[in-house]
């Protein structure tokens, strides 16, 4: 199963891609749009509360396998940059350069939107991205017109992701959480993505950062029941020993994970943020979890020093005040709430 976030500017057409994509299921700051009609489901999420705020934007990508960025007709503006500045940090591996809207525009208009976008994406994890031109206007002469394209492309990159995440399968069992609630005459219920390993009805195991006992009552992809779910199923799962109000987005099913409130990472500096000073405050993120950090200490090579300079790599020792929990390989992305361009940088726990 690929998972597919579609993100981009405002008027981008994110959200009428998506709608056309699947059918509306779950919705919050994020919505997911559900493809179930066809051998291969997806989920295709749209990040519709970016650019307000980035932890849409930051949960959209994490949940998913792949990504659809949206660049509408009038080129590149300094959110569309922000998404390829954010892909770029987590390494995405997986996308699509959508230019939506090519209905309002002429072809020699495209071709110059395209060679711009190889210059902007030089030398990041899209510089190999294709483009491909659709439209996403309902009343358009050829309503959605390249959309089947962008469909057959999704397609064939699906297959390898699978691949990928069979590979993961192996792993202990690790679901990442994204909205939580009550049901009546079923207690807890959760929806999240399996991250990595094979997740099973009746499995005792653990939430984190609660590290509290849990057992998974049932679980659900697409509304059916099923009794366990690989890496990159998306799931419904009812819970037992822990309740909805308890739950909070990002919160981890495993049976391990590392949880703290202060952070020693290994960071390189975005070369398009400001400098980093110690007692800076900073927006943490990792996998679906957010919180503001202090930045209490900066060392290079082994020495402190006044400041991380834009481009470089540093260690920071950071303190907050909220348990998060995570693991080893998880990427921490770091970002600067008061600049035009929030993301400051990404590192690793040391």
Known sequence: MANVAIIGTEKSGRTSLAANLGRKGTSSDITMYNNDKESRKMVFVDAHSYPKTLKSLITALNISDLAVLCIPPQGLDAHTGECIIALDLLGFKHGIIALTRSDSTHMYAIDELKAKIKVITAGTALQDWECISLNTNKSAKNPFEGVDDLKARINEMAEQIEAEQAELNSLPARIFIDHAFNVTGKGCVVLGVVKQGISKDKDKTKIFPLDRDIEIRSIQSHDVDIDSAPTGTRVGMRLKN??????????????????????????TISKFTKKIEP???LHL?????????????????????KEAKPGTTCVLE?????????????????ANLDLTQRFAGYGFSK
């Open 285 to 305: 993120f990792v996998g679906l979890q957010s919180e503001p950090v202090r930045v209490e200490k900066i060392l290079v090579d082994g020495n402190e020093v």
């Open 242 to 267: 822990v309740q909805a109000k308890d739950i909070e987005r990002g919160f981890i099913i495993s049976d391990k994970e590392i949880v703290t409130t202060d952070y020693t990472l290994e960071c």
């Open 318 to 334: 950071l303190s907050g005040n909220k348990k998060v929990a995570y693991s080893k390989e998880d990427r921490f992305l770091l």
């Open 279 to 281: 007692a800076s405050v």
